[in-house]
T-cell receptor, first 114, second 107 residues
């Protein structure tokens, strides 16, 4: 059972609102990731982190920001939501080194911006 | 830019048949992993193959790796309806995925 949690699971919000998607893991993993995925489509890496105070942009310019103040917490913030941000957002974490480098994924947040 | 690129995009088979899907990657690798996704939920890790391995088995799964061609294949033997899902690959050091292979297993 993966110990990585995303909240909320579903969110409908109006254009221009600021939102924060939460992601927490209790496995002590250093590496964390955010992906954006439209139904049946490719996963796009939008942000990742190697550990506390480390954040990197991925491949997709999603106009979002992340922070990593604590190992277990990696929130994603949209300062001003737009309909183009409507998508599913998946958070994942993995160990930095060692034999067990598999990534664990949360259940996702399905965001709709109206 | 996506690193793991899966092929075919979609595959439909009958229960009991074998399913083979392929993956190509662009970077040098240490290890490569395959994941499964059910109905748009989070991905679940299936199997990892290390760069010095050529083949690995886990239950009904068989994974091969060809580092000279930068490609990997996933074989699911004796498929079941419950195997219906999308399958993705990614290198451990990159964690970028493609669009996946959508497998449908008909009862």
């Amino acid at each position: 059972e993966a110990d990585i949690y995303q909240t909320p699971r579903y969110l409908v919000i109006g254009t221009g609102k600021k939102i924060t998607l939460e992601c927490s893991q209790t496995m002590g993993h250093d590496k964390m990731y955010w992906y954006q995925q439209d139904p049946g489509m490719e996963l796009h890496l939008i942000h990742y982190s190697y550990g506390v105070n480390s954040t990197e942009k991925g491949d997709l310019s999603s106009e979002s920001t992340v922070s990593r103040i604590r190992t277990e917490h990696f929130p994603l913030t949209l300062e001003s939501a737009r309909p183009s941000h409507t998508s599913q957002y998946l958070c994942a974490s993995s160990a930095w080194t060692g034999l067990n480098t598999e990534a664990f994924f949360g259940q996702g947040t399905r965001l709709t911006v109206v | 830019s996506q690193q793991g690129e899966e092929d075919p995009q979609a595959l439909s088979i009958q229960e009991g048949e074998n399913a083979t899907m392929n993956c190509s990657y662009k970077t040098s690798i240490n290890n490569l992993q395959w994941y499964r996704q059910n109905s748009g939920r989070g991905l679940v890790h299936l199997i990892l193959i290390r760069s010095n391995e050529r083949e690995k088995h886990s239950g009904r799964l068989r994974v091969t790796l060809d580092t000279s061609k930068k490609s990997s294949s996933l074989l699911i033997t004796a498929s079941r309806a419950a195997d219906t899902a999308s399958y993705f690959c990614a290198t451990v050091n990159d964690m970028r995925f493609g669009a996946g292979t959508r497998l449908t297993v008909k009862p």
